[in-house]
């Protein structure tokens, strides 16, 4: 039986492996760009191993009757260094056109973005878990109305979020330069996703008309945004403080925790107030 070998690093298998895949009678064999094991010193490794990748390797298996190709890509982890993903992505149009090249791969999510991803839904759980029993014990509150001063802070939230998360999640080919640290396409649309879920969010608080409504909305901004300003301290070495985007970044997230925690703890004062 023919087959197609859809994923092997070949650079790191031996011949050996190449006469069995061509004695089980695989015809082809794809190879995505993947971390050597270790982090890479500089771009010089990486412009050596898509060489490897699109020249080499491609020679070591037409010797068995093997036809190589391969994804190209600065792998999550050593994408973490912003300076050397900025020169990996710089070099790699060199290779498109290779004819043994078919895509950019493996891309994936950073350790920054899986605790952004952990910390959004262990919130989100947490606010399931609460928002219902608050109800319960507090129906006095309905008909409480809005503040002028949250509506506007829903408002500036909404201006952000909106079209950045838009930017993201259509064009993060334009939007990668804008973000403080450098990420691959699909982590940039996934946190554009994120962007426009809460900029949805934020219209749909906009759009109550009492504070009991909108107090899971401010319960989860002021969560998950005072855990990502943390997320991101402890990660500060990803950032550039030269870049003004680190500091609008940072500005954003305090803005919202510090928002959403203070109408949070408001909320019980005014309520016993009215």
């Known amino acids: 039986m023919n087959y197609i070998e859809p994923h092997a690093h070949m650079v790191s298998r031996v011949t050996d492996d190449y006469v069995k895949m061509a004695t089980a009678g695989c015809q082809a064999v794809c190879e995505p760009a993947f971390w050597a094991g270790f982090d890479r010193s500089s771009v010089n490794g990486f412009y050596d191993y898509f060489c490897q990748l699109t020249e080499h390797e491609p020679k070591r298996a037409a010797k068995f009757g093997l036809k190589h190709f391969s994804w190209l890509c ?42 952004w991803l952990i910390f959004f839904f262990g919130t989100a759980l947490l606010l399931i878990a609460s928002a219902l029993p608050v109800a319960r014990q507090a129906p006095e509150t309905v008909g409480i109305a809005k503040p002028r001063s949250l509506r506007r802070f829903f ?17 993060p080919l334009w939007a990668q330069p804008l973000w403080p640290w450098m990420m691959s396409p699909i982590n940039v649309r996934f946190l554009g996703a994120f962007f426009l879920g809460a900029a949805f969010i934020s219209i749909w608080c906009l759009r109550q008309h009492d504070w009991l409504t909108v107090i899971p909305a401010l319960a989860l901004y002021a969560a998950f945004a005072t855990a990502a300003t943390v997320a991101s301290l402890i990660h500060f070495s990803l950032f550039n403080p030269a870049r003004i985007t680190t500091w609008a970044f940072f500005g954003l997230y305090v803005f919202v925790a510090a928002g959403s925690l203070w109408f949070w703890v408001r909320f019980p004062h005014r309520s016993r107030a009215q």
């Open 155 to 171: 408002l500036i939230h909404l201006a952000v979020v909106l079209p950045v998360g838009l930017s993201m999640f259509f064009v």
């Open 74 to 115: 600065i792998n999550p982890k050593e994408s973490e260094d912003v300076k050397l993903a900025e020169d990996v992505i710089a070099i790699i149009p060199k290779f498109l056109d290779r004819p043994n090249v078919l895509g950019i791969g493996e891309i994936g999510l950073t350790p920054a973005l899986i605790g």
